[in-house]
């Protein structure tokens, strides 16, 4: 992977985490670039990747990077703990003042890290990336405008982009809140949450690919069941119970 030219604020220290499900032909470029881009936006770092019940080769590729990569840190669960479930555990694995996590599946590019850190300024609680192009099947890009617009309505959320996992935010917000999805609807509770919480945000665009190995683990009656149903507890709860803790 390569990425334009982007000006670099090196922040203290920054966790860099990664949910990864059957990611062997992507885990381990996403964490070598990761390493690359925290060297020049991080003072100190650590790389986190939750291996989430993967059946493939991912947990071999893990290990032979632990032992060249001393900031790299490898949790396992043998039983898929769902999308939110697995970055929930690399949060609470976080030890950095700052927390950056994306996807393993190489649809976002790690080397554009300095985007999001560029626009970290003091004040700043979270930055969230935006998609400059939706590189998707026509279908997932039609779905995708749905659900944004969907959940922007529903939960009130003012994000250009909540389907965007490509985020950065400080560590101590999550003092503050309680999150609780194990689903893909992380990022609606996450956004809804610092929102509520008073979390001044910055957005940037970022790059999106293709996916070039495996298949979205989102798109299968399951999980889109699971989603659905978490997507409205958590509304009965954020929007009409107003739960803030």
């Known amino acids: 992977m390569s990425a334009p030219p982007s000006p670099v604020r090196k922040l203290s220290g920054i966790s860099a985490i990664?949910?990864?499900?059957?990611?062997?032909?992507?885990?381990?470029?996403?964490?070598t670039a990761v390493r690359t881009a925290l060297g020049e936006a991080a003072g100190e770092y650590e790389i986190i990747v939750v291996d989430n019940g993967s059946r493939d080769g991912s947990g071999r590729i893990l290990d032979d990077l632990a032992r060249s990569i001393p900031e790299l840190r490898v949790i396992r669960s043998p039983h898929p703990l769902g999308y939110g479930g697995a970055v929930r555990a690399g949060?609470?694995?976080?030890?950095?003042?700052?927390?950056?996590y994306t996807d393993g599946d190489a649809q976002?590019?790690?080397?554009?890290?300095?985007?999001?850190?560029a626009a970290a300024a003091d004040g700043i609680?979270?930055?969230?990336g935006y998609k400059i192009r939706r590189r998707d099947?026509?279908?997932?890009?039609?779905?995708?405008?749905l659900y944004q617009h969907a959940v922007g309505r529903l939960f009130g959320i003012r994000l250009r982009d909540v389907d965007c996992d490509f985020r950065l935010f400080r560590r101590s917000i999550l003092q503050r809140i309680a999150l609780e999805s194990t689903t893909g609807t992380l990022g609606v509770e996450l956004a809804k949450r610092f929102q509520d919480a008073g979390c001044v945000l910055a957005e940037v665009p970022v790059s999106h690919y293709p996916r070039r190995h495996g298949g979205s683990q989102f798109f299968r009656p399951g999980p889109l069941w699971s989603t659905a149903r978490q997507l409205a507890d958590l509304w009965r709860r954020l929007v009409l119970r107003k739960d803030r803790s």
């Open 18 to 31: 990664f949910p990864a499900m059957n990611d062997e032909g992507t885990i381990g470029g996403m964490v």
């Open 91 to 100: 949060f609470a694995a976080a030890t950095k003042e700052w927390i950056f």
């Open 108 to 117: 976002y590019n790690p080397l554009e890290l300095g985007r999001l850190t």
């Open 125 to 128: 609680d979270w930055v969230n």
């Open 137 to 145: 099947p026509a279908h997932r890009i039609i779905l995708g405008r």
